[in-house]
């Protein structure tokens, strides 16, 4: 069976991907630097598919090392590209780390891709392209315009789809598929992996299954005046499991597909947007716990409602996110219970 390369393959989406790819038959290397995983997530890999994926600890902005993995695996076909650095508050402080990593693994890994004649890429993006959009683009579509980035990470995302486009043109051997993730949660259900975030999580549903586990007395709800049916802001939600799944059909479509295109883009997503409230007693009937919250202030930066229309993926890739809600949210609180050694 062929080989796909995962960069960021231990970190939170990029080790539910292994796991699926491994599944329906892919060998797997992974090449990480674990500036935000650990090794370990390794075994939690090899414990749901009874084998472990090839591992190597480097940094995918370094030529020699990235030329190296592909000299010792000349049956790659395929790479998909996790690996980056992901906080938006930290790329306010430190945007020369997010340019550097962001920027430099991507032109890294494109030159050492045509070096070794590996010509299929899939690049992990985000609807963070499309800031808010307007009435008329909601759902958000594929052809919806790409609006000025709100944080260098934002905008490492944007440059990072101009790079693939601009290369794409320059090399008509490049074929590269950008996916748009819309909002990731949840973990694998054997609890086996999932999202181990760093400090005082940033996103929602890891600050409600800390503040669950009592890691957090209180969640905040960043607002509730917005122009939404309850005024809390809305999003896609989508289950990593899901989403993990549209990553093998991605590949399956890039090495299969007749009459793909040289680059395309699809929108992940349900197609339904959930407000936090909505989120919060989704959680809360799915657990059976009352989750302490409060409504503050708005959070500076905030889009007000966004959600996707899958159906370009659904239709071309034959893929759809349909895990229910509350099953979703049930994982996340596995998950959460199993690293805090709750009962
Ligand atoms: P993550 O931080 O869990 O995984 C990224 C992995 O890449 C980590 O294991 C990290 O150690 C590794 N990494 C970072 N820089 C590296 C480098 N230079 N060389 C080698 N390894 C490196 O993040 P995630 O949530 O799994 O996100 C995966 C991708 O999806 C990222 O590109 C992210 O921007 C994108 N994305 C994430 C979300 C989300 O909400 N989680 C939404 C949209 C897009
Ligand atoms: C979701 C909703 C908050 C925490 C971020 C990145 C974006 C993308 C996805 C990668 C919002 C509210 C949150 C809390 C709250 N990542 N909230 N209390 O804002 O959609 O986007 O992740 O590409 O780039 O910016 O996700 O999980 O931070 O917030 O009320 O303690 O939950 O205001 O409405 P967001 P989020």
Redo the contacts with the bound molecule.
């Keep these: 069976m062929a080989r796909i390369l995962v960069?960021?393959g231990?970190?939170?989406?990029?080790s539910h991907t292994v796991v699926e790819l491994m599944e329906q038959g892919y060998d797997v290397t992974i090449?990480?630097?674990?500036?935000?995983?650990s090794v370990d997530v390794l075994d939690g890999i090899a414990a749901i598919v009874n084998r472990k994926p090839k591992f190597a600890n480097?940094?995918?902005?370094n030529f020699v090392d990235l030329d190296n993995v592909f000299r010792q695996f000349p049956d790659i076909v395929g790479v998909i590209h996790?690996?980056?650095?992901?906080a938006v508050n930290e790329s306010v402080e430190k945007p020369l780390l997010y340019y550097r990593?962001n920027l430099g693994?991507l032109c890294t890994l494109l030159e050492v891709m045509k070096l070794h004649n590996v010509s299929n890429l899939v690049f992990?993006?985000?609807?963070?392209v499309y800031g808010q959009p307007d009435e008329a683009h909601l759902p958000v579509d594929e052809t919806a315009p790409i609006q000025k980035a709100l944080s260098p990470y934002g905008n490492t995302?944007q440059i990072n789809e101009e790079i693939i486009n601009d290369e794409a043109h320059a090399d008509k051997n490049l074929k590269a598929t950008i996916l748009r993730?819309f909002?990731?949660i949840g973990a694998h259900p054997s609890a086996l992996i999932g999202?181990l975030p760093n400090g005082v999580p940033q996103?929602l549903l890891p600050y409600i299954t800390q503040t669950a586990a009592g890691i957090r007395p209180i969640l905040k709800v960043f607002g509730n005046d917005y122009n939404t049916p309850d005024g809390s802001c809305i999003r896609d939600y989508i289950y990593v499991v899901d989403l993990a799944k549209a990553h093998v059909k991605a590949i399956d479509h890039m090495l299969h597909a007749k009459d793909r295109g040289q680059v395309e883009v699809f929108n992940l997503g349900t197609g339904t947007g959930l407000s936090v409230l909505t989120l919060i007693k989704e959680f809360e009937a799915a657990t059976g716990i009352k989750l302490p919250y409060t409504i503050v202030g708005r959070r500076e930066g905030d889009i007000e409602q966004v959600w996707a229309e899958p159906r370009k993926a659904n239709e071309v890739l034959g893929w759809k996110a349909d895990t229910p809600i509350q099953d979703v949210l049930a994982s996340a609180w596995k998950w959460e219970k199993h690293i805090r050694n709750i009962k």
């Design positions: 960069t960021g231990t970190g939170y989406i990029g090449v990480d630097n674990l500036s935000n995983s480097i940094d995918c902005s996790f690996a980056a650095s992901k990593n693994s992990s993006s985000s609807c963070t995302k993730y909002n990731p999202e996103n």
